[in-house]
């Protein structure tokens, strides 16, 4: 029964989101909040006061996602109404009109890029209006993005979910770095396949054929040297690769390499003059110079945004104690008097920092007009208040499933899924981090959250610590496909309503898939590699 009554909030959801008639996630979310709130009180018997106090913990945690959303949302808006996206539309044509080259340049490479700077869903949220902008459908281009933001995940927002995410475990330096060396692996073969399913949701596989050559120029120029950089380092496969691709794969498209010929460059088509190109890249140069600039530890900069030295703090009784730090992060501790906590990072959360800034910054670069900036503002607060609503019900889900301890709805979920599976768990250890990742969002709260029962799993089983970890930090990435939280965030910024369920139908299966690949690398491969 505790099993059963843990998972059938998760399946009514889905099903709620998936039916013919679908519910809007901002109606299934909450609902789904509220039953959960029900069973953990009058089956699982938790004190009213610390429901109540991660209920609480859940609005704030909101605020991460849903500033990211706005600041995206009125950086697109942004660039559409100075002009940019008009300007890069015809640069993309001119390097390459061939579509299946601008996908694998702004879907793959430049994303594949972001998400190794930044993390938090950013990749989609830049990438994914650049698509549209470019004549592609919105849904499918939700689709298409969620499915090629997988592969670089695991070493997102300079490698977080790996050493961070695995930071607790009190595992030694070696150790983080066999996890992420056999991570890096099952990820470059896995990117042999995915890129492709993730265009054949946006482009059709005769175009696909047509275009292999560029599709994996495009992909191997990021997975080669991501796959050698995560043997040495932990932090930058993503960044490094993305960046690389990147170069590699326009300079391709330029030149037409393992492009159709269907698709010539037109003679006579508007050329934008370098100045102009240069003009409206900048505000994308901006937001990957500061992502860079603060993601870095070494520059310095990412210690003083994410000190946790305290500036100031006060009491509101009865409900929290509150401490601002040196970094202007917030601490709610001790709420409702029950001893949870939950923070907002403000400079360190990527919504002020960069999107904000280069609104503002691009506002007088541009001479935007009072009246026009003001559209802007007014339509991105339009676009997030049902996005609000839907993060608000999906963050309170993850607290109050998380209500328990050791004892938890979510560690339920995860025992019994492994006591039953036992030394062939190995096959189903993907999976599970991916059930994290759809809970919360993220490949990092997906392994701080199950990190440790793969980690005593593998221990009991006698299976491969650093390799069942591997495992479970590849299902947190891949479950980033089907994340409701990435969801509504694209979704959001493309202004696609109500989609939400059709498109985990979509993702679901490539998720499934990564899974496979996963499972048969771990068994077949990693153990004749001498790691």
Same mark, same amino acid.
């Given at each position: 029964?505790?099993?059963?009554?843990?998972?059938?909030?998760?399946?009514?959801?889905i099903?709620l989101?998936?039916?013919?008639?679908?519910?809007?996630?901002?109606?299934?979310?909450?609902?789904?909040?509220?039953?959960?709130?029900?069973?953990?009180?009058?089956?699982?018997?938790?004190?009213? /006061?610390?429901?109540?106090?991660?209920v609480?913990?859940?609005?704030?945690?909101?605020?991460?996602p849903?500033?990211?959303?706005?600041?995206?949302?009125?950086?697109?808006?942004?660039?559409?109404?100075?002009g940019?996206?008009?300007?890069?539309?015809? $640069? /993309?044509?001119?390097?390459?009109?061939?579509?299946?080259?601008?996908?694998?340049?702004?879907?793959?490479?430049?994303?594949?890029?972001?998400?190794?700077?930044?993390? @938090?869903?950013?990749?989609?949220?830049?990438?994914?209006?650049?698509?549209?902008?470019?004549? !592609?459908?919105?849904?499918?281009?939700?689709?298409?993005?969620?499915v090629?933001?997988?592969?670089?995940?695991? @070493?997102?927002?300079?490698?977080?979910?790996?050493? !961070?995410?695995?930071?607790?475990?009190?595992?030694?330096?070696?150790?983080?770095?066999?996890?992420?060396?056999?991570?890096?692996?099952?990820?470059?073969?896995?990117g042999?396949?995915?890129?492709l399913?993730? &265009?054949?949701?946006?482009?059709? $596989?005769?175009?696909?054929?047509?275009?292999?050559? !560029?599709?994996?120029i495009?992909?191997?120029?990021?997975?080669i040297p991501?796959?050698?950089?995560?043997q040495?380092n932990?932090?930058?496969?993503?960044?490094?690769a993305?960046?690389?691709?990147?170069?590699?794969?326009?300079?391709?498209?330029?030149?037409?390499?393992? /492009?159709?010929?269907?698709?010539?460059?037109d003679?006579n088509?508007?050329?934008p003059?370098?100045?102009?190109?240069a003009?409206?890249?900048?505000?994308?140069?901006?937001?990957?110079?500061?992502?860079?600039?603060?993601?870095?530890?070494?520059?310095?900069?990412?210690?003083?945004?994410?000190?946790?030295?305290? $500036?100031?703090?006060?009491?509101?009784?009865?409900l929290?104690?509150?401490?601002?730090?040196?970094?202007?992060t917030? %601490?709610?501790?001790?709420?409702?008097?029950?001893? +949870?906590?939950?923070?907002?990072?403000?400079?360190?959360?990527?919504?002020?920092?960069?999107?904000?800034?280069?609104?503002?910054?691009?506002?007088v670069?541009?001479?935007?007009k009072?009246?026009?900036?003001?559209?802007?503002?007014?339509?991105?607060?339009?676009?997030?208040?049902?996005?609000?609503?839907? &993060?608000?019900?999906?963050? %309170?889900?993850v607290?109050?499933?998380?209500?328990?301890?050791?004892?938890?709805?979510?560690?339920?979920?995860g025992?019994?899924f492994?006591?039953?599976?036992?030394?062939?768990?190995?096959?189903?250890?993907?999976?599970?981090?991916? %059930?994290?990742?759809?809970?919360?969002?993220?490949?990092?709260?997906?392994?701080?959250?199950?990190?440790?029962?793969?980690?005593?799993?593998?221990?009991?089983?006698?299976?491969?610590?650093?390799?069942?970890?591997?495992?479970?930090?590849?299902?947190?990435?891949?479950?980033?496909?089907?994340?409701?939280?990435?969801?509504?965030?694209?979704?959001? +910024?493309l202004?696609?309503?109500?989609?939400?369920?059709?498109?985990?139908?979509?993702?679901?299966?490539?998720?499934?898939?990564?899974?496979?690949?996963?499972?048969?690398?771990? +068994?077949? +491969?990693?153990?004749?590699?001498p790691?």
């Amino acid at each position: 029964m505790p099993l059963f009554l843990s998972i059938f909030p998760i399946v009514l959801l889905i099903w709620l989101m998936v039916k013919k008639n679908s519910v809007p996630s901002y109606i299934a979310l909450p609902v789904t909040a509220v039953l959960i709130y029900i069973i953990q009180m009058f089956y699982f018997n938790s004190p009213a /006061l610390a429901l109540n106090a991660n209920v609480a913990a859940g609005l704030v945690a909101t605020l991460t996602p849903i500033t990211v959303i706005f600041g995206a949302i009125m950086f697109n808006r942004m660039m559409e109404t100075t002009g940019c996206i008009d300007v890069i539309r015809k $640069w /993309l044509a001119n390097i390459s009109p061939n579509p299946v080259a601008q996908l694998m340049i702004i879907g793959w490479s430049f994303a594949f890029m972001i998400e190794g700077a930044s993390g @938090f869903g950013t990749p989609a949220a830049i990438a994914a209006p650049i698509l549209m902008s470019l004549g !592609f459908n919105p849904l499918r281009v939700a689709i298409f993005t969620l499915v090629m933001n997988s592969v670089p995940v695991s @070493f997102g927002a300079v490698g977080t979910p790996t050493w !961070f995410g695995f930071g607790q475990l009190n595992l030694s330096h070696d150790e983080i770095m066999s996890i992420g060396k056999q991570t890096g692996i099952i990820h470059f073969v896995a990117g042999f396949i995915i890129p492709l399913i993730g &265009l054949s949701f946006i482009t059709s $596989w005769q175009e696909i054929r047509k275009n292999i050559g !560029f599709i994996y120029i495009a992909i191997l120029s990021c997975t080669i040297p991501y796959v050698i950089l995560a043997q040495v380092n932990e932090e930058f496969p993503s960044l490094v690769a993305g960046a690389i691709g990147l170069l590699v794969s326009v300079f391709a498209a330029n030149h037409g390499i393992g /492009l159709s010929k269907e698709y010539p460059k037109d003679p006579n088509a508007e050329k934008p003059s370098f100045g102009a190109v240069a003009k409206a890249l900048a505000p994308l140069g901006m937001l990957i110079g500061m992502l860079v600039v603060t993601r870095i530890k070494q520059i310095g900069l990412k210690g003083l945004m994410t000190s946790t030295e305290p $500036w100031f703090a006060f009491s509101l009784p009865g409900l929290s104690d509150i401490t601002v730090t040196e970094s202007l992060t917030i %601490i709610f501790g001790n709420i409702f008097g029950s001893g +949870v906590a939950e923070k907002y990072q403000t400079l360190y959360v990527p919504a002020w920092i960069p999107f904000v800034i280069t609104v503002w910054i691009c506002i007088v670069l541009y001479k935007t007009k009072f009246k026009d900036a003001w559209t802007f503002y007014a339509a991105t607060f339009n676009q997030t208040k049902k996005p609000l609503l839907a &993060l608000m019900g999906a963050l %309170i889900m993850v607290k109050l499933m998380l209500v328990g301890g050791d004892n938890s709805m979510v560690k339920i979920i995860g025992r019994e899924f492994a006591s039953v599976a036992g030394q062939h768990w190995v096959y189903f250890s993907s999976y599970l981090g991916a %059930i994290g990742a759809f809970f919360s969002g993220s490949n990092t709260v997906s392994n701080l959250t199950f990190g440790s029962i793969q980690q005593q799993i593998a221990l009991d089983t006698g299976l491969s610590v650093t390799l069942i970890l591997a495992l479970q930090s590849v299902g947190g990435a891949m479950g980033n496909m089907v994340c409701i939280n990435n969801i509504i965030a694209v979704c959001s +910024v493309l202004d696609v309503k109500n989609s939400e369920g059709a498109i985990i139908k979509k993702t679901v299966v490539p998720m499934f898939l990564y899974g496979i690949i996963a499972a048969l690398m771990a +068994v077949l +491969v990693i153990p004749l590699l001498p790691l």
